[in-house]
């Protein structure tokens, strides 16, 4: 039984859900987004909550039936407030600047790294080393951080590199050379 997939998803004021068939619609004061829902799960709305079922018990269905209901939570709280995602960037040189919509990144290559934003997504750049990834869709925020971070993982011996905020990098000790 899963303890996720029963629970119902409170619809907040301001947000509008609509379901069509099994295409799902969120609207809210942030934006709107859709989805299409699984064939094998079945969505009802009523009195402000949505409810997700499964038909059976089968370990495909159980999945689907949790994943289904956080996504549609996901894209109720998404619409009420954004996501935000925030790298670091450290090393001596290592800085970033917003052009327009996209980002400058300077990361030690011999050229600088040109990020173009994908559709629903906005930079914060609050400093020289610090990038927010800010969107309504929690799915296209995390990727989307996860390949600036990709543009100079961190490196474990010299800390160089873009990390979350939140990540904590294992220093290694280098070679202790000749005695």
Known sequence: MSRIGNA???IPEGVEVKLDGQHLTVKGPKGTLEREIHKNITVTIEDNVVK???????????????????????????VKHEFTRTLQIN??????????????????????????APEGITFDVPDANTIIVKGIDKELVG?????I????????????????????IRRKEGKAGKK
């Open 8 to 10: 119902p998803v409170a």
């Open 52 to 78: 997700v079922t499964r038909p059976d018990d089968e370990n495909f269905n159980k999945g689907l039936h949790g994943l289904t209901r956080t996504l549609i939570k996901n894209m109720i709280e998404g």
């Open 91 to 116: 090393g001596v040189g290592y800085r970033v600047q917003k052009q327009g919509n996209n980002l400058n990144l300077t990361l030690g290559y011999s050229h600088p790294v040109i990020f173009e």
């Open 143 to 147: 990727q989307t951080a996860a390949v």
């Open 149 to 168: 971070r990709s543009k100079r993982a961190p490196e474990v011996y010299g800390g160089k590199g873009i990390k979350y905020d939140y990540e904590v």
